[in-house]
């Protein structure tokens, strides 16, 4: 990178200016874009260019998690990381038998299923506040406070 444009510094303004978009449209890394900025600029710029790609990579993989959380809740599952065993309640087989028996073992699943799923339902509005306060840490005038 820092080759293409350093072979262009005798050319034409104009010239100059395009090689260096190219370069940058080429850069694959940052490290890539940070060796196409003028040598004088690269140490200002290395430090907020690094963190403006850290946070980028941050919010992708919020993003692909938020996805993947979408995509089992379309479907009724929940992560694996918060799935859990029903509970088995202990109990005597005449008493399990009973209508009281039945209706505690029924409130138990439910309360069990209600809790899993109010989990899921914080943890995915979590990755969405995650993902508003990672996008506002991108924007310009974020970016731009130099």
């Known amino acids: 990178m820092a080759g293409i444009v350093a072979a262009t510094l005798d050319a034409s303004p104009d010239a100059s200016a395009l090689a260096r978009a190219r370069a940058i449209a080429a ?6 874009v ?3 900025v003028p040598f004088a600029f690269q140490a200002a710029l290395a430090t907020p260019l690094r ?3 850290s946070t980028a990579r941050k919010m992708c993989a919020a993003r692909n998690v938020s996805s993947k959380y979408d995509a089992l809740a379309a479907k009724g599952q929940v992560p694996s990381s918060i799935r859990q ?10 008493f399990a038998e009973t209508d009281a028996g039945k209706a505690l073992v029924a409130k138990a ?3 069990h299923t209600a809790y899993v ?3 899921f339902t914080q ?10 306060e990672l996008s506002s840490m991108l924007g310009p005038d974020k970016v731009c406070r130099w």
């Open 34 to 36: 940070i060796a196409c």
């Open 123 to 132: 943890l995915r509005n979590g990755k969405t506040a995650e993902l508003q």
């Open 117 to 119: 799923e109010s989990l």
């Open 109 to 111: 699943l439910a309360d």
């Open 27 to 32: 850069a694959n890394t940052v490290e890539d």
């Open 51 to 53: 963190d403006i790609a």
């Open 85 to 94: 065993k029903e509970p088995v309640l202990q109990m005597s087989k005449e």
